[in-house]
């Protein structure tokens, strides 16, 4: 295994404020670059990916920003839930945050009803 130059191609550029590994870059060992491939395994050498700092230090950090993106992710999730709006059903004029799903099966939709004329057929 050795590298063969073709991992020039998705060399990857030092990112400003973040780290190469929290912005997605890996690193091969054979080659010595970082590069910016989704694969596993270099497209050069073939040789398995760093996705990970080995220093503890590097590590700590990547774990920390990791943790933070997570929680950021989550207070986002939270903010949208309790920012829906409910809108009034169109027919029973109850509110419901998805209106239209509660529309298909509301009773007093007229497509829905059964209709009142309906004969039913009684065994005797």
């Known amino acids: 295994m ?18 190469r590994y929290a912005s ?5 060992q054979i080659c010595e670059i970082f590069i910016k491939w989704e694969g ?3 497209p050069c050498c073939g040789y398995r990916l760093r996705t990970k700092p080995r220093n503890l230090k590097y590590k ?8 933070a993106d997570s929680l950021e992710a989550k ?19 109850r509110l ?10 509301c009773k007093k939709n007229p497509a829905v009803a059964a209709p009142a004329n309906e004969a039913i057929a009684i065994k005797t």
């Open 60 to 67: 700590a950090k990547l774990r920390a920003r990791v943790e």
């Open 96 to 105: 419901f945050v998805y209106p239209d799903r509660h529309g298909k099966i």
């Open 40 to 42: 596993l395994w270099c």
């Open 2 to 19: 050795t590298c063969k130059g073709i991992c020039i191609r998705y060399k990857a550029q030092k990112p400003v404020g973040t780290g």
């Open 75 to 93: 207070a986002a999730r939270r903010k949208s839930a309790r920012t829906r709006t409910k809108k009034p059903c169109k027919y029973c004029k």
């Open 24 to 28: 997605g870059q890996r690193r091969c």
